[in-house]
């Protein structure tokens, strides 16, 4: 999984899909790489993310209650429409494509 470090925000950059079947996989890799970084800010690009499940809204839930300041980056219109059916948009930041 890409990321990149720049001004104290760590951006991790999701791809394919997030799903139950690769979930458990892709919440230990980026538990992985926040306990490595320092950071004051955390970042999910969503460019190239083309279909998220209740178990990757949980990854991102998980995230937002241990590090409060996050953004949800370049999210395509159809994941974002899940993002604000569930609520998202009240607790996280999320910039749209």
């Given at each position: ?67 409060n300041d ?19 948009q009240t ?7």
């Amino acid at each position: 999984m890409k990321h990149n470090l720049e001004n104290d925000t760590l951006t991790i950059y999701l791809e394919g899909q997030l799903n139950s079947y690769n979930a458990d996989a892709v919440e230990k890799e980026i538990n992985g790489i926040v306990e490595a970084a320092k950071f004051s800010h955390l970042a999910l690009d969503f460019n190239d993310l083309k279909y998220i499940s209740s178990a990757g809204l949980r990854i991102i839930m998980s995230l937002k209650q241990r590090y409060n300041d996050i953004v949800l980056k370049r999210v395509p219109n159809d994941i974002n429409d899940i993002f604000v059916m569930v609520g998202f948009q009240t607790i996280i930041t999320i910039e749209r494509k």
